[in-house]
Every structure is written in C-alpha cells, then in structure tokens.
C-alpha cells in the first residue's frame, strides 16, 4: 500500500519523543462480517455486522442500539493523519479503514509508522454490546470476539496485548467461565463495559469476578462505552456533536463504586484500570472522596478502613489520550497509576503523530524518567510486555 503523505499543522516543528513507547488503548476494527459468519446460526439473522443505513455510509449494527456511524472508528484516521479538516460524520465505508484495524501483520507495520512498539488491544463495535438485553445473545456474541482478538493478538504476543470481553449479564459463572477460558488463549486482561447500569460495580454480585482475576494477577478494564445510549441520546440540537464531550468524566461514577462499594478493600492486589475517560478529573475525584470519608466514616457502610485515595493509587489505573490537566495533577494521582494510549484507529487518537504528540505536551511539564514510565514501564509491568523495547 502506497502511504499518502502524513501531516499535522499541530507538530510540523516538533523532535519527536526518541524513547520506547507502548500505547495502552488500541483497538481492534472488526471485519464486516465477523460475528455473522461465526456466531451459532441461532443468532444469525441479528448478528452484530457492518452494513449501509440509508445512504449515509457504513454502520455498526447492534442489537438493542440504533445504528451507530462508523465514521469514528476507523474511515477518519487517514484524513486526520493528512491534516484534513473533517467535515462530515456520514458516508464512510469500512473499505476506507486500515487494513491494520483487522489483520495483525499491517497492524505491526502502522505500529512502526508511529514509533510504537507494543499495545493493549480492546474492540470497536464491541464496546457497546453493554447494550444487548439478552443475556445469551451478550455471551455468544462475546466469545466470538474474544476468540477472533485472541487470534489477533497471538500473531505477535510480545506487541499486542489482548484485552477479552466479559458480559455484564446472566450468571456470574458466565463471567468467571470466559476468564479462564480466556486465559488457556492469552488474554492479558479483562475488559468490561464503563457503565453496567443493570448490576452496578458496587455490588458484591461481582466478587466473584474480582476473585478469579485478583488470583490470576490479571486487570479488569472499564472502556469508555457500554450502556451510553441513554448518556448520548440526551445530547441534541444546537452543539450535540461536542455535548458528548461531557461522556469522558462520567467514568468517575463506576471508579467510586468499587471504592465506596468495597471491593479494593476486599481485593487488596486486584487492579481496575479506567480507559479513555480522561484522567484529569480524578484528583479532584479524590480530594472530595477524601474529604467526605473523614466526615462521614463513622457511619458508611461499607466501612473503609482507609481513605479513597489511598485504594486509588493502590488498585487504580489511569488510561488518556491527550490530558494536560492529568499530567498537571500526576501527584495526586500518582504517575505509577498512569498509562498513556495513542487510541488508534478512533480518530480522537493520535496516531501517527504520537512521539510529536509525546514531545510536545509530556517535555514541558514531566521529567523524562516520568515520562518513560507514562508511555512505557507502566504498561509494560501491568500487561506482560518485554521491558527491552528499542527506542525510535
């Protein structure tokens, strides 16, 4: 494939970053047709799948969500890298995507475009299956992810890290079953949907869950996504298309319900990492959190025998894109706690442009021992990647 010719108006001047880089929020861009040629034949006929609605280009169709544009995560990547203004949402195929979005091997070669030598994979269409209200419908059409991502990913384990699906309904031995049948494929995490507004997190229903993977030494994601048709659907008229913005932050909600909820003091070694909520809303998160257990410890159950920071920069991991007020406040939030991910192919990412990115807003505010560990050792330690990654 002949590469046009990548060009960013924001980092035209700007040395790119020259140490190891490994992005903790990449993504899988499911093929068409996946879940409709794999999925037993009982759920064929509402398979998720790519297909046109209308005349306004490819969508992802899901059941139990109306159908979402493509356009985010995937056909836009090119004409951002171009520095092309985006003037439209609609009339986007899944042709105009990346083949790296799908096939490992152009994966590795968009991965060296970047500088970037290892990330954590999650999915695309599959993040909104927090949507699916049927339980067995969620599990089949899990499993057939996790399987096609496993493939994926064990292509070259030492760059792509699998993050499985879990489902948010039916039996928690659903839950605990696709862990460990996981495990037996590679899945270097969990994954799980940022809202689970039908069980919330803060419920000892999943205990069982936070058990087996606190004993697998394995962290359990929430991503951005899930249950949000209700948070987006809110957001019309005048300025809906950035409205949305004000999704990012919410992730605070499930954040504090493992707190508060107990779970971290039940599973000391357990680690839950937030990604693509941002990170710089949560030292402010945790100077209220603190503040309101010195008031009210006495009374709360369940009682916390520590303050909520404390079990933040204990259990917690930080996932972001691009955050300066997060790299402002790294103190309070603890740089160990913090991964940095390039979010390709969704077009709020940065790729190509990630060591310019790097560069650019980590050199005047970090030192570069924290930066290495930002957009390197912590993730290498957290997923399993080798520690001698070559620089640029």
């Not at 609605?53 to 490819?58: E, M, N, T």
């Not at 070694?269 to 008031?295: F, P, T």
């Amino acid at each position: 494939m002949n590469e046009p010719k990548f060009y960013s108006p924001l980092y035209s001047d700007v040395e790119p970053y020259e140490g190891p880089l490994i992005s903790a929020d990449g993504h899988i861009l499911e093929p068409r047709n996946l879940w409709v040629e794999r999925m037993d034949r009982k759920w064929r006929d509402i398979a998720p799948h790519i297909a046109p609605y209308k005349d306004r280009g490819d969508h992802f169709w899901i059941e139990g969500m109306k159908p979402r544009p493509l356009a985010f995560e995937g056909p836009m990547a090119d004409a951002k890298a171009m520095g092309v203004e985006i003037t439209d949402t609609q009339g986007y195929s899944w042709d105009d995507c990346r083949p790296g979005g799908w096939d490992p091997h152009e994966r590795l070669k968009d991965q060296d475009i970047d500088g970037v030598s290892g990330e954590v994979i999650y999915p695309t269409a599959g993040i909104f299956f927090g949507n699916i209200k049927d339980p067995e419908y969620e599990l089949a059409a899990i499993r057939v992810y996790n399987d096609f991502a496993m493939e994926f990913c064990n292509a070259y384990p030492d760059r792509l890290k699998c993050m499985a699906m879990l489902p948010i309904s039916g039996p928690p031995e659903w839950a605990t079953d696709e862990i460990d049948r996981c495990l037996k494929g590679g899945a270097a995490g969990f994954m799980l949907p940022a809202w689970s507004p039908a069980r919330q997190y803060n419920l000892a229903i999943w205990d069982p869950v936070w058990a087996r993977l606190e004993e697998a030494g394995k962290v359990a994601t929430f991503h951005l996504g899930g249950d949000t048709s209700e948070i987006y659907g809110r957001s019309h008229g005048p300025g809906a298309g950035g409205i949305v913005c004000a999704v990012k932050p919410m992730i605070n909600e499930t954040m504090q319900q493992i707190i508060w909820g107990g779970a971290a003091d039940r599973f000391p070694k357990m680690r839950w990492s937030m990604c693509e909520g941002g990170v710089g809303w949560i030292a402010c998160a945790l100077g209220y959190m603190d503040h309101w257990w010195n008031d009210h410890k006495g009374w709360m159950q369940p009682k916390l025998e520590q303050p909520p920071s404390f079990y933040f920069r204990r259990n917690f991991i930080g996932t972001f894109e691009d955050d300066e007020s997060g790299l402002l406040t790294r103190d309070l939030i603890g740089v160990e706690n913090l991964h940095w991910g390039a979010d390709y192919p969704h077009t709020e990412g940065v790729w190509p442009f990630s060591r310019q990115f790097i560069s650019k807003q980590f050199s005047r505010i970090l030192s570069p021992e924290e930066t290495h560990k930002i957009v390197f050792e912590n993730a290498a330690k957290t997923f399993g990647f080798p520690m001698q990654q070559a620089a640029y």
